[in-house]
C-alpha cells in the first residue's frame, strides 16, 4: 500500500546512524511482539491498534446520520470535553479547515462552527462563547470516557441550562449528543435518564487514543470532512506500519530514533509545523506523548511551534540554547492553496527577486535553511514528509503516531496506557472544593497554603 507519508533522518547526522538503529533491533522486535501478542504493560487498551478494520459499522453510520442532523438544524456546534476527549477533533478540523472556519460567512462555510468548551475552567471563557452562540441554533456533543470529568461536567451544566431555555426540554433533547462509556460514569447515568442519542466509546480505548472512535469521528464529521478517508489513511497505516523490521516500517524507525537521540540526551522533542492549520495538531501530538510516555522519571519532553511564526520567538533558544533538544519537522510537500508573488515596479521592500515564485516555494526554503541552522546548532531533525494534507494522508499520520507512541513507550519499560500522575491534581482540587470524601487531604492542604 502506498504511504501518504515518509521519513527523512539524514539531519540526525553522526548523533543516530543506521548501526545504532540496527542494535536496537532486537528491543525494536520485542516491542513489536509485546504490541502484537497483547501481552505488555496496558494491554488492555489496545482497541486502538486494529481499531481502523474493526469498528463498529452500525456506530460509524449512527454518527454520521447524527452529524447530518446537526448540519441541518444548527448553525453551531458546541464539543464538550477535555484532553483525549476534545483534542484529536479539534487536530483534524483546524488541519482540514484552517484556522478560519469558524469566523467565515455561514453561506461560505456551509456546514456548523465547530467550538470547544470544557476543557478549562474559565468563567470568562465560557462567557465568551455563551456570548457568541446567542441567538444561534446550536446543538452540544459531550465527549467524556470516563463520565465524571469536572471541566466538561460545569460547562455541560451551563450550555444544558441555555439549551433547554432556548428550545425547551424536549426539542433540546434532539440537540444534545453523548459520547461515553458504554455502561458507568455520571454521564452515562443522565444520557439514558434523558434518553439522548448516546455513543459509546469501547472499553479498550483510552481517551488519546480515541480520534478516530465516535469521540473524533462525531465533530469531525459535523465540520463536513470526509471521515471514511480519514478511516481509510487510518487502514493504510496499519497495514503499512506492520512489519516488524524497523527499516521497513517508517513508524518503528521513528520510534528507535527518538529512543537513540533520548539515551544521548535529547529529552526534548519539538514537533515543528509550518502550517498554521496544524497547530492544534501539535497539541494532540503533545498530549498522546506526554501522558503515555511521561511516567516513572522518564519519557520526552513533548512541545510544539509553529514556524515560522515562532522563530521570532522560540528560534533563538532553539538555535542557542540548552542542547537537550530535537527536533520532528512535519513537512506538507504540496499547500492545499498556492499563491504566487507578483511584481511591483517600485521594488521598495526589494522583494522582486521572487516575482513569479509561490509563497510555498519561500516557505520551503526557509524550513530548509532553518532545518539546516538548528543542525548546526546541534539540534538534529527528523522530518516527516507529507504529499498533501487530506484526511486520508491525516488518517495514516495518526496512526503513524499512535503506533509509534505505543512502540517508544514499550522500549522505555514503561506502560503508555495509563495516566496515574493526571489524578494528582484532581484530588487536590477536590479537596479544595470541600467535595465530600476529601475532608482530610483537605486539612492538610489548607495548611500547606497557609504556610
Ligand atoms: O487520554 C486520556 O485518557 C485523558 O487525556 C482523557 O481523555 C481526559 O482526561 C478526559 O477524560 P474523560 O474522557 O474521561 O473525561
Redesign the pocket.
Known amino acids: 500500500m502506498t504511504s501518504s507519508i515518509s521519513l527523512n533522518i539524514k539531519n540526525l547526522q553522526e548523533a543516530v546512524t543506521e548501526s545504532h538503529i540496527d542494535n536496537l533491533k532486537p528491543m525494536i522486535t520485542a516491542a513489536h511482539n509485546t504490541l502484537h501478542n497483547r501481552c505488555g504493560a496496558g494491554n488492555e487498551f489496545l482497541g486502538w491498534l486494529d481499531l481502523p478494520t474493526n469498528y463498529d459499522k452500525a456506530e460509524l453510520e449512527r454518527v454520521k446520520v447524527a452529524a447530518k442532523r446537526i448540519q441541518e438544524n444548527s448553525k453551531v456546534l458546541i464539543v464538550i ?5 476534545y483534542l484529536g477533533a479539534r487536530a483534524v478540523i483546524e488541519a482540514m479547515t484552517g484556522p478560519f472556519f469558524n469566523s467565515m460567512d455561514e453561506d461560505k462555510r456551509k456546514v456548523p462552527a465547530v467550538y470547544f468548551a470544557g476543557n478549562n475552567i474559565s468563567s470568562t471563557y465560557l462567557s465568551q462563547l455563551i456570548q457568541l452562540i446567542d441567538g444561534k441554533d446550536f446543538a452540544i456533543n459531550v ?7 469536572t471541566e ?1 461536567a460545569i460547562a455541560f451544566r451551563i450550555f444544558k441550562e441555555i439549551i433547554e431555555k432556548k428550545y425547551g426540554k424536549e426539542e433540546a433533547k434532539k440537540r444534545i449528543f453523548i459520547t461515553t462509556d458504554k455502561a458507568k460514569g455520571a454521564l452515562k447515568k443522565l444520557a439514558d435518564t434523558e434518553r439522548y442519542e448516546t455513543f459509546i ?1 469501547p472499553d479498550d480505548i ?5 480520534v478516530l472512535t465516535p469521540v473524533g469521528l462525531l465533530p469531525i464529521a459535523v465540520a463536513g470532512i470526509n471521515i471514511d478517508e480519514l478511516l481509510q489513511g487510518a487502514r493504510n497505516g496499519r497495514e503499512n506500519f506492520s512489519n516488524e523490521d524497523v527499516h521497513r516500517n517508517i513508524c518503528y524507525k521513528y520510534a528507535a530514533v527518538r529512543h537513540l537521540l533520548y539515551e544521548r540526551g535529547k529529552t526534548t522533542e519539538i514537533l515543528v509545523n509550518y502550517e498554521p492549520c496544524l497547530q492544534y495538531f501539535g497539541e494532540w501530538f503533545k ?1 498522546l506523548y506526554g ?1 503515555s510516555q511521561g511516567k516513572d522519571g522518564k519519557g520526552i519532553f513533548p512541545a510544539s511551534v509553529n514556524f515560522s511564526t515562532d522563530l521570532h520567538s522560540m528560534g533563538q533558544y532553539i538555535q542557542d540554547g540548552m542542547r537537550n533538544i530535537f527536533e520532528t519537522i512535519i513537512n506538507v510537500e504540496e499547500p492545499q492553496i498556492n499563491l504566487s508573488i507578483k511584481e511591483d515596479e517600485e521594488n521598495v521592500d526589494g522583494l522582486n527577486f521572487l516575482v513569479g515564485k509561490t509563497i510555498d516555494f519561500v516557505n520551503k526554503r526557509a524550513m530548509e535553511g532553518t532545518a539546516l541552522a538548528h543542525v548546526e546548532g546541534g539540534v538534529p531533525n527528523i522530518v516527516i514528509n507529507m504529499k498533501a494534507l487530506n484526511p486520508k494522508a491525516l488518517g495514516e499520520l495518526i496512526y503513524f503516531f499512535e503506533k509509534s507512541c505505543a512502540i517508544g513507550g514499550y522500549l522505555l519499560g514503561i506502560n503508555p496506557f495509563d ?1 496515574e500522575g ?1 489524578e494528582a491534581y484532581k484530588k487536590n482540587m477536590f479537596a479544595l472544593l470541600g467535595k465530600p470524601g476529601y475532608e482530610e487531604l483537605q486539612r492538610s492542604l489548607t495548611e500547606r497554603l497557609g504556610d
Open positions: 470535553g477535555i484532553g483525549g476527549s465527549i467524556s470516557k470516563s463520565g465524571t470529568t466538561p466509546i483510552g481517551g488519546r487514543f480515541s498530549q501522558e495516566q493526571v
